[in-house]
């Protein structure tokens, strides 16, 4: 079982990105899966969440801004993010429980 990111990139301020998340493996469609980010120099943070019921919570720092979705026939989930600020450069990962750690994908905000 695994997990992979993508959809990561340059971005100009104000913009938008849709990162997906695509598992393999038949227990992805009940598992909670969560985005997280990690800065240059700082810790890795959590960004969003998804239980197997559609329920969704965000950080501060993204409400408003992100939108987590699923859809468990593509075995993806799936982060909006629009509005993007400078401070939103990360590497992004994605989590699902009974997963390992994938590999994440780049996001750099910057005009």
Same mark, same amino acid.
Request: proline content about 4%; glycine content about 12%; aromatic content about 10%.
């Given at each position: 079982? =695994?997990? =992979?990111?993508? *959809?990561? *990139?340059?971005? =100009?301020?104000?913009?938008?990105? !849709?990162? #997906?998340?695509? $598992?393999?493996?038949? /227990? &992805? #469609?009940?598992? &909670? @899966?969560?985005?997280? !980010? +990690?800065?240059?120099?700082? +810790? !890795?943070?959590? @960004?969003?969440? /998804?239980?197997?019921?559609? #329920?969704?919570? %965000?950080?501060?720092?993204?409400?408003?801004?992100?939108? /987590?979705? !699923?859809?468990?026939?593509?075995?993806?989930?799936?982060? +909006?993010?629009? #509005?993007?600020?400078?401070?939103?450069?990360? @590497? %992004?990962?994605?989590? $699902?429980? *009974? %997963?390992?750690? *994938? =590999?994440?994908?780049?996001?750099?905000?910057?005009?």
């Amino acid at each position: 079982v =695994q997990l =992979q990111a993508s *959809g990561g *990139g340059l971005v =100009q301020p104000g913009g938008s990105l !849709r990162l #997906s998340c695509a $598992a393999s493996g038949s /227990i &992805f #469609s009940s598992s &909670f @899966v969560g985005w997280f !980010r +990690q800065a240059p120099g700082k +810790q !890795r943070e959590w @960004v969003a969440g /998804i239980t197997s019921g559609n #329920s969704t919570n %965000y950080a501060d720092s993204v409400k408003g801004r992100f939108t /987590i979705s !699923r859809d468990n026939a593509k075995n993806t989930v799936y982060l +909006q993010m629009n #509005s993007l600020k400078p401070e939103d450069t990360a @590497v %992004y990962y994605c989590k $699902a429980s *009974g %997963y390992p750690w *994938g =590999q994440g994908t780049l996001v750099t905000v910057s005009s």
